[in-house]
């Protein structure tokens, strides 16, 4: 294959997609944990991170995944870990690839949490390909208050 081809776009089954972005990574070398290795196939696996008074709420898009494909873990109570693995699509002889832009392969996210997560109770729960895991937060105790008179 020439260079041209696999800096401007990548193929399948063939088919020349010149539109395809997850062929040339110019990062591919360095060690960048959301950027090297098993994780570069999905590293666009999006995850929404926001805190309310009660949680951490996390969101990921894993669009075509079945729950048994996913796994959260907590490392270290610690850090919260989402991984997965999107398939490849079988080819037929048959078939004529026109586009192809839907990633394959490994991803990997990984969130170091404040001290106030109650990591042992996690939850986690899967509806129309958005994975959310609810992380609920420690009660932070207000500091008593005393009055001191003033003498004098």
Do not use: C, Y
């Not at 990997?108 to 992380?135: C, H, Q, W, Y």
């Amino acid at each position: 294959m020439s260079l041209i081809p696999s800096f401007f776009g990548g193929r399948r089954g063939g088919v020349f997609d010149p539109f395809s972005l997850d062929v040339w990574d110019p990062f591919r070398e360095f060690p960048f944990p959301q950027l090297s290795g098993e994780n570069s196939a999905l590293v666009n696996t999006r995850v929404d991170w926001k805190e309310t008074p009660e949680a951490h709420v996390f969101k990921a898009d894993v669009p075509g995944l079945k729950k048994e494909e996913v796994k959260v873990e907590v490392e270290d109570d610690t850090v919260l870990q989402i991984r997965g693995e999107r398939n490849v699509e079988k080819e037929e002889k048959n078939d004529a690839w026109h586009r192809v832009e839907r990633s394959s392969g490994k991803f990997l996210r990984r969130f170091r949490l404040p001290g106030n997560a109650k990591m042992d109770e996690v939850k986690a729960s899967m509806e129309n390909g958005v994975l959310t895991v609810t992380i609920p937060k420690e009660e932070i105790k207000k500091p008593d208050t005393k009055a001191i008179e003033i003498s004098g």
